[in-house]
T-cell receptor, first 112, second 113 residues
Framework: KQEVTQIPAALSVPEGENLVLNCSFTDSAIYNLQWFRQDPGKGLTSLLL?????REQTSGRLNASLDKSSGRSTLYIAASQPGDSATYLCAAPNSGNTPLVFGKGTRLSVIA | NAGVMQNPRHLVRRRGQEARLRCSPM?????VYWYRQLPEEGLKFMVY????????ESGMPKERFSAEFPKEGPSILRIQQVVRGDSAAYFCASSRGQTDTQYFGPGTRLTVL
């Protein structure tokens, strides 16, 4: 059974700083991994999806990497802005199945 | 292309009433997933449907909860005889194929009085 862990649970950084969010998963037999953003009281916004054959994906200031052998993924945010403040969720499929297993998220605050 | 739509956005029910949550997937998506987010907890998978079929309901409570995705119309998550512990945000997601990106709706926030 897949388990997803995210560290740290919360992070506060000054504006402009580069930062890394960590995600680990127990079952490496995944076909992809997704990173989401959730604003308070809102739904989830898909940020990046990395297929199992890929090592990383980039979108603007975001870069996500995937290392299946070690069961880790990282989300790198460059030049952070106050608008990046949100909870970031990592999700991986359960073994061989489609439904996603979510970590508890990293709550990010970017201070102006 | 409209995103995943859910309604109502907020739903208040008294204990013992029924709650019906609706989800319209993105155009061209035939895979629908329901997740629940309890206060201060992470999102948990409930049920996965593909047009008229339940593929995986391993996360759904055995009693009072049911889901359907008819050939025509939205997917429905139905909760009978609601209890206070059902209060949560219920999110629907859809995808084009089984391994494609899941796109999430804004959620329905259910409050049981």
């Amino acid at each position: 059974k897949q388990e997803v862990t995210q560290i740290p649970a919360a992070l506060s950084v000054p504006e402009g700083e580069n930062l890394v969010l960590n995600c680990s998963f127990t079952d490496s037999a995944i076909y992809n991994l997704q990173w989401f953003r959730q604003d308070p009281g809102k739904g989830l916004t898909s940020l990046l999806l990395i297929q199992s054959s890929q090592r990383e994906q980039t979108s603007g200031r975001l870069n996500a990497s995937l290392d299946k052998s070690s069961g880790r993924s990282t989300l790198y945010i460059a030049a952070s802005q106050p608008g990046d403040s949100a909870t970031y969720l990592c999700a991986a499929p359960n073994s061989g199945n489609t439904p996603l297993v979510f970590g508890k998220g990293t709550r990010l605050s970017v201070i102006a | 292309n409209a995103g995943v739509m859910q309604n109502p956005r907020h739903l208040v029910r008294r204990r013992g009433q029924e709650a019906r949550l609706r989800c319209s997937p993105m155009k061209g998506h035939s895979h629908v997933y329901w997740y629940r987010q309890l206060p201060e907890e992470g999102l948990k998978f409930m049920v996965y449907l593909q047009k008229e079929n339940i593929i995986d309901e391993s996360g759904m409570p055995k009693e009072r909860f049911s889901a359907e995705f008819p050939k025509e119309g939205p997917s429905i998550l139905r909760i009978q005889q609601v209890v206070r512990g059902d209060s949560a945000a219920y999110f629907c997601a859809s995808s084009r194929g089984q391994t494609d990106t899941q796109y999430f709706g804004p959620g329905t926030r259910l409050t049981v009085l």
